[in-house]
């Protein structure tokens, strides 16, 4: 990429990233390209779509968050190095407000921007729930996709203003859950 193409590049991040923080992911993509001091053509040049420019501001923060995963993977023991992870890819996510919609998309859509990062970031999750569970400190009834959809529900509460004093709660709730050995089934009581 040209100099000055990239110095373009590397400026609609920037305000991207701000306006999207303050806005949420769907700030208007004209307000980026005025705020860049760029024509709306530029911003399109190198972000095609609100996903491809999601998927730029996201990829920093997921390939940082599947690195600590492999250094929690050998600092933590299982149960908190997978908490502090989750904890980290909900304030993520919560940069980001609005996002976790297009991040729950991506998973499933091969043809996303989204998709390589998410799938990436979700693998590096899951090694860390499978760790926790094979030393029996996370339950055993849960799988990645389930992680991912935990994940969704604390972001969303997050993105809602009336819900998001109770988001740090609700995620100590929802780890505990996690950790915890899962209730034993209780025999289904024949109705009369």
């Given at each position: ?70 250094d929690l993977a ?55 729930l499978v760790r ?61």
């Amino acid at each position: 990429m040209r100099a000055d193409a990239q110095k373009n590049y590397d400026h609609l991040l920037t305000v991207a990233r701000g306006l999207v923080k303050e806005q949420g992911a769907d700030a208007s993509l004209r307000d980026v390209a005025r705020s860049a001091g760029v024509g709306l053509g530029t911003l399109y040049r190198h972000f095609p779509t609100r996903e491809a420019l999601l998927e730029a501001l996201l990829r920093q923060g997921f390939d940082e968050l599947a690195a600590k995963a492999g250094d929690l993977a050998t600092a933590s023991t299982p149960g908190e190095a997978l908490v502090a992870w989750l904890r980290d890819l909900v304030a993520c996510a919560n940069d980001y407000r609005g996002a976790i919609a297009s991040m729950v998309a991506a998973i499933e859509d091969e043809g996303s921007a989204l998709h390589t990062s998410c799938v990436t970031m979700k693998a590096a999750g899951t090694r860390l729930l499978v760790r926790a569970q094979a030393e029996g400190e996370a339950r055993s009834d849960l799988d990645g996709a389930d992680l991912f959809a935990l994940v969704g529900a604390l972001a969303w509460v997050g993105d809602q203003p009336a819900l998001a004093p109770r988001a740090d709660h609700l995620f100590d709730i929802i780890a505990s859950a996690i950790l915890a050995a899962p209730a034993p089934k209780r025999p289904s009581r024949a109705r009369r």
